[in-house]
Antibody
Framework: EVLLVESGGGLVQPGGSLRLSCAASGFTFTNYWMHWVRQAPGKGLVWVSRVDHYGSDTKHADFVEGRFTVSRDNAKNTVFLEMTGLRVDDSAMYYC?????WGQGTLVTVSS | QSALTQPASMSGSPGQSITISCTGTSSDVGGNKYVTWVQQHPGKAPKVILYEVSKRPSGASNRFSGSKSGNTASLTISGLQAEDEADYYCASHSASGNCLFGGGTHLTVV
């Protein structure tokens, strides 16, 4: 069974930082790109970042470029999202996903 | 405005079949096999129901099927059931290396 478990969310002040993690199991981790997506309350899914199979190529949405960094550790079957310069409008549920599965999400709240 | 276009809402009766479309461009939907459909019930995390256009992950119902023609992918749900009432999103890899989502389709089973 594909399992993706996110952690690391929480309440942070504007300008602060968080590091999200997503631990994967139940599939061959290195076969898949890994993505982060976010969803604000009552809104749709918005793609944030992705990392290729071995972590050598990453892409980020324009609205997080320069603030967020995605990476992966294939030895630990884990993908990360380092978030800096957080803004109020970054508040959302953050999910990691791959072609064959989604996590349950971790909530990020940016507020003073 | 979302990068991929889906109908905002659809409805069907129990037992019927419905098809949800997802239209992109030759740089995304039409240009690769990596089209994914996810289902999201209120207050729940999304769940993959189809990947690579038409493949079902383990545990997904065989009432879900997928296809693609040109720049449009389609999700067909056969034998509609009350539990199918949910939001459905399509996603596609793009030539620029990112991933695009549709705006979501709210399916009502009446």
């Amino acid at each position: 069974e594909v399992l993706l478990v996110e952690s690391g969310g929480g309440l942070v002040q504007p300008g602060g930082s968080l590091r999200l993690s997503c631990a994967a199991s139940g599939f061959t981790f290195t076969n898949y790109w890994m993505h982060w997506v976010r969803q604000a309350p009552g809104k749709g899914l918005v793609w944030v970042s992705r990392v290729d199979h071995y972590g050598s190529d990453t892409k980020h949405a324009d609205f997080v470029e320069g603030r967020f960094t995605v990476s992966r550790d294939n030895a630990k079957n884990t993908v990360f999202l380092e978030m800096t310069g957080l803004r109020v409008d970054d508040s959302a549920m953050y999910y990691c996903f791959t072609d064959v599965g989604w996590g349950q999400g971790t909530l990020v709240t940016v507020s003073s | 405005q979302s990068a991929l276009t889906q109908p905002a809402s659809m409805s069907g009766s129990p037992g019927q079949s419905i098809t949800i479309s997802c239209t992109g461009t030759s740089s995304d939907v039409g240009g690769n096999k990596y089209v994914t459909w996810v289902q999201q019930h209120p207050g729940k995390a999304p769940k993959v129901i189809l990947y690579e256009v038409s493949k079902r992950p383990s545990g997904a119902s065989n009432r879900f099927s997928g296809s693609k023609s040109g720049n449009t992918a389609s999700l067909t749900i056969s034998g509609l059931q009350a539990e199918d009432e949910a939001d459905y999103y399509c996603a596609s890899h793009s030539a620029s290396g990112n991933c695009l989502f549709g705006g979501g389709t709210h399916l009502t089973v009446v």
